[in-house]
Nanobody
């Protein structure tokens, strides 16, 4: 069982930056691939970024590539999402998510159903 607590959201203006963090409970953080998703009002939850168990491989949605950076520190049980050059269309509730991996098999996971645990979400609002 893993509990995720994500934080760091807020209200910023377009073009500004914001950093989100997600702290996981437990001693097996490196057994999880970690992802960030977001959900805007009236829309489905969408993939933002993923980082594999070791931190050696990352994936991004096209809409955030070049602006957002996902990173992790397994010793601190923490994953971050640094968001730069924010746009009004980035406004959403952001969720971190964890997917249990086995035998270091850790493929690209862009679908919410591929994750086992979720944080409570943190609101990001970007004004124009």
């Amino acid at each position: 069982q893993v509990q995720l607590v994500d934080s760091g959201g807020g209200l910023v203006q377009a073009g500004e930056s914001l950093g989100l963090s997600c702290v996981a409970s437990g001693r097996t953080f490196s057994s999880y691939s970690m992802g960030w998703f977001r959900q805007a009002p009236g829309k489905e939850r969408e993939f933002v970024a993923q980082i594999n168990w070791s931190g050696g491989r990352t994936y991004y949605a096209d809409s955030v590539k070049g602006r957002f950076t996902i990173s992790r520190d397994n010793a601190k049980n923490t994953v971050w999402l640094q968001m730069n050059s924010l746009k009004p269309e980035d406004t959403a509730v952001y969720y971190c998510a964890a997917a249990r991996i086995y035998n270091h098999y850790d493929p690209f996971r862009p679908k919410p159903r591929e994750y086992d645990y979720w944080g409570q979400g943190t609101q990001v609002t970007v004004s124009s």
